[in-house]
Each structure stands twice: as C-alpha cells, then as structure tokens.
Nanobody
Framework: QVQLVESGGGLVQPGGSLRLSCATS????????MSWYRRAPGKERELVAA????????HYVDSVKDRFTISRDNAKNTVYLQMNSLKPEDTAVYYC????????????WGQGTQVTISS
C-alpha cells in the first residue's frame, strides 16, 4: 500500500522557518522524482520544489528560490522541504508528490499539511 505522510506544518510568524517532511512507503522511493506542491486559499495548486530520484538536480518556483530547500534521504524514504524567511503568501496546504514513468505514469500524493504564516 502506497503511503505518503507529510508532517511539520504549523503556524509561524513572518520571517520564521519550518521543515516539512514526507515519509513514504509502499514503493521504491529511490526510483521516484519527488516534489512539493502547495495550494493557497482561492488559488490553483502550484509546484514549489522538485528533486530528481538521485537528489542531484533540484528545481524551485521563483517565489521560493533562496528561501526553500528540497532534499531527500533515500535510506529513510523521506523527502524534506526546509522553508526559511517565510512570508504570509507562503500560507497554503503543502502536498508531497512522487512520480515515476516506466511504461506508465506512477503518480502518488500525500494528504497535505497546513502551513500558516501570520503574526
């Protein structure tokens, strides 16, 4: 059974930091590219950051560059999102995603974790 379980969300003040974790099971984690998406109230889901299966290559949406860092531990089947210098506009539900293509697309999602930035 495939599972992606996000944790680490919460309420922090502007300028603060949070570290999101996504613990996975039920699939070969090291084969999958991993991403973090977010959906803010009234907005469409947005890709925030992505990392290749090896961890060598990362990608960030411009609005989080130099503030967020995506990383992964293939031994622990876990992907992380370190978020620094948080802004109110980072408020959203953050989702973990796993993707792998081999004859067909394998596309798995977590349930999401709420991040709220407010003073």
């Amino acid at each position: 059974q495939v599972q992606l379980v996000e944790s680490g969300g919460g309420l922090v003040q502007p300028g603060g930091s949070l570290r999101l974790s996504c613990a996975t099971s039920g699939f070969t984690f090291s084969n999958f590219a991993m991403s973090w998406y977010r959906r803010a109230p009234g907005k469409e889901r947005e890709l925030v950051a992505a990392i290749t299966n090896s961890g060598i290559t990362t990608h960030y949406v411009d609005s989080v560059k130099d503030r967020f860092t995506i990383s992964r531990d293939n031994a622990k089947n876990t992907v992380y999102l370190q978020m620094n210098s948080l802004k109110p506009e980072d408020t959203a539900v953050y989702y973990c995603n796993a993707k792998f293509t081999a004859l067909r697309l394998y596309d798995y999602w977590g349930q999401g974790t709420q991040v709220t930035i407010s003073s």
